[in-house]
Structure formats: C-alpha cells, structure tokens
C-alpha cells in the first residue's frame, strides 16, 4: 500500500510502499478515503512532539474509510461501514489512572502509562489502509463526505469538547480566540447553538470570514472584548496563550476561560492586577473529552449546521501539504486523500 513516512526529525514527509497490516481477530481493515495533517503533526516532524515509536513512522491522527476486511470475533461492524478513529483509542488497562476505571477520553494521553495512539504509538492514518479494533472505531453519520468528516476528529471534537466543558448557559455569550483550524469550527458550534458568539483575532483579514461563519461581533484582543460586553466563555483554540492571558481582559464575573490549543513556547499566566480570585472565574482545560462528544460533534456538521473549511491534497502532494499546515498557509484544514 501507499503511506506517507516520516523519515526522521526534520525530514520531509515521503510517500512510499509499505505492507499492508493484517487485521486480528477484533479488528477491522479501514480502505482510507482522506485523513488530516494537524498541527500536532508537524510539531512531531520537528521533534517538538515525541516521534512515532514504530517503523516506518507512519504519521495521521484524523483516518476516515471503509470497512473492508472485518476479524473473526467481529459483531460491530460490517464491510462497507465508513469510520473513523480517534487519536487516543485505547489505554494500558493496569496503571493508577486505568484503575480509576473512567471513559476513554484523551486525558489518557497525558495520564495513563502506555495509550494507544494512533499515528504515534501505532500505525497512523496517512495510508491506504489502517487495522484498527472494531470497538476502537467511530461511524461516520450517512451522507457526510470523508473529507468534512476527517477535521471534526479532531479539531471539531475538540472545538465541541471546549464548549460543552464550559456549559454556557442560555443568555450567555461565547467568545472564540484565534479563527484557524480550531476556532472556525468553535464559532460555528457555539452558533449552531444559539449562543451570541464573539470572534477575537488579531488578523484583519479575517474579520469579514468570521462574521460569515456566524460571529455578531468581531474583536481584535481583551480590551475591544470588554468593550462590547465582555463574554462568560472565552475558548481558547489558537496557540497563543499570551493571546490567551489577554482574553481574560474580557472574561465577565464567573466567566469560564477554556484552554484548548497547545502553546509550546510560552506558559499560561494570568494578567498582572487581574482580580481572578475575587471575579469567581474559573480555567478549564479540554482535549477530546469522550466519544460521545465526538458524534454529536460529526452529527451537527452531518445536519448542515457546521461545515469545516477544507483544503485537499493528493497523497502525491502530501509533503507539500505538510510545509502549508507547517507556515500556516492552509485555510483551515488540510486533508489527504487516497
């Protein structure tokens, strides 16, 4: 089959023959349609992340396909259902977080000793096919193209997951900082919600675009934030944290501020003066915080209420691909198809 392969830390991505996994007697054979490059991706191809721990270094997280070959001890899926799969599919079983016996969330892949990873501790989604446990897989809602599935695998079910950890209440308004891969899907769900929702980005130029995708309100930073009212959820989807920090400026009393996008230069500090404390403000932090939330997630972009914004590449082109996400350049998500 085709894959792409990371050769090694810093090196271009490279399509390449490889062999064509095998699935055991739980697993199924998914025939990939698309799968996504995230930023997470390239910071492995930097090294910023940990390098796949397998060879050949098979990158891809965000795996869309059919079902083509199901194993022997298989009941729950059938050949010609299209799936995907998570980036954490799976844990140890017998660590000190296992034993606290909570749902598979990604948490894991910060607590448990040895998750399973796809495209980091196992065989990624950037190839033609992927085996993968039946039970470590999600279907994806009829009628949804491969292509507007894969980014809701990840950004949007981390977009989602931020916005139902905060639990806006009715009345209460949302803002979204950083309209990228994350935020223009953020915006979209609080939207589809019912929420008054704020877009802050520093980027003029996206000002108009994040309107289209349903912001009433467009700022630049905190203070233009308070300035129109402030807002009691303030998620966090770029990878600023000082952009963060400078969100609170806004952050109404009792306001929930959520972290969702990784900073790997600077830490997260609360603004000088700022009476944290005293405003009953609360800092969450929210990843991919259970399946259930990735299919209402994939179920509100099946219904026509959130459309990822896409930029495809064959999988000829996928070290271009990788260099566009890497400067980016790609307007929201990149997707390779094979």
Known sequence: MKAAVIPGVNEEWELREV??????????????????ICSNDVLVTKGMLPFPAFDPAIPGHEPVGEVVAVG???????????VGT??????????????????????????????????????GGQAEYIVVAADQTVLIPDHLAPELAVPVLCAGYTSWSALRSA??????????????????????YARACGFDTIAVTSSPEKHDLARELGAGTVVSNGEELRAAGGADVVLVTGTSYRAAADAMT??????????????????????????????GQRIIGATHNGTEYL??????????????LVETFAAEDVAEAVRKVGKGEVRFRAVVTY
């Open 250 to 279: 806004g952050l109404n009393v009792n306001g929930r501020l959520v972290l969702a996008g990784i900073d790997v230069t600077e830490p997260f500090t609360l603004p000088p003066m700022l009476p944290f404390f005293g405003l």
């Open 295 to 308: 299919r209402e997630a994939l179920d509100l972009v099946a219904a026509g209420k959130v459309k990822p």
């Open 167 to 188: 639990d806006p209440k009715p009345g209460e308004r949302v803002a979204v900082v950083g309209i990228g891969g994350l935020g223009h899907l953020a915006v979209q």
């Open 86 to 123: 998570t980036w954490i599919r799976g844990t140890c079983g017998s660590c000190d977080y296992c034993r606290l016996g909570l749902p598979l969330s990604a948490r894991a892949a910060f607590a448990c000793a040895a998750p399973v990873s796809t495209g980091f501790t196992v065989q």
């Open 72 to 82: 022997d001890a298989v009941t729950s899926r059938q050949v010609g259902d299209v």
């Open 19 to 36: 062999p064509t996994p095998e699935p055991g007697p739980a697993d199924v054979l998914i025939r990939v349609r698309a799968s996504g």
